[in-house]
């Protein structure tokens, strides 16, 4: 029975080269993507995360997540409300420091 050790590649320097290849001419690409080519130009089935994430990580490139904006979220009605609400609310906390000051 083997205990702790070391776990072999799945891919090559070569192949990780080509990863980040194919990073530096799309830097858009996503790990999906990533892996699909892997796929189809290494014949390798790969993990997104641990595999193609691990690598791209220990060659100093980041993995970001998508961050989606709603419309609606800065609409001239919405921060009007938002403008609104913080002066009622410091109103509500002057109040509440004014009774402080007394008791």
């Not at 891919?11 to 830097?27: F, M, R």
């Not at 220990?58 to 009605?77: C, D, L, P």
């Not at 913080?86 to 002057?94: C, P, S, V």
Request: hydrophobic share 30%; aromatic share 6%; glycine share 6%.
């Amino acid at each position: 029975m083997l205990l702790g050790g070391i776990k072999p590649r799945v891919l090559t320097e070569q192949q990780i080269d080509d990863i980040i290849e194919w990073v530096e001419e799309d830097s858009s690409i996503t790990l999906k993507q990533l892996k699909d080519k892997v796929l189809q130009h290494c014949r390798k089935v790969v993990s997104i995360m641990s595999t193609i994430g691990n690598y791209l990580e220990g060659r100093i490139f980041t993995v970001k997540g998508v961050h989606r904006q709603s419309v609606y979220m800065n609409t001239q009605e919405n921060k009007r409300k938002r403008a609104e609400y913080i002066q009622n609310l410091n109103g509500y906390t002057n109040c509440l420091d004014g009774r402080n000051k007394f008791q």
